[in-house]
């Protein structure tokens, strides 16, 4: 799994967006303003490297197993 100095699940997904050019809109569900605060952080973080990129794609290919 990835290492959560990439952020958490959900600020990972946002960085995910953030570094995909395939994917031109990012839908954040929130239930609690907390939940804006920390996709906003994910955000702050920037797109993620291309080493995080290679580790999701291996998961991915994996099953995420």
Known sequence: ALDMEKGSRA???VRFAL???N???A???LSETAHL???VAGA???PLNSAAQA???QLYQAGFQ
Do not use: F, P, R
């Open 27 to 29: 839908i954040i569900g």
């Open 23 to 25: 994917v031109s809109t």
């Open 37 to 39: 605060d920390e996709a």
């Open 55 to 57: 580790k999701l794609e």
């Open 19 to 21: 570094s995909n050019q």
């Open 44 to 46: 702050h973080m920037g």
């Open 11 to 13: 600020q990972m997904a």
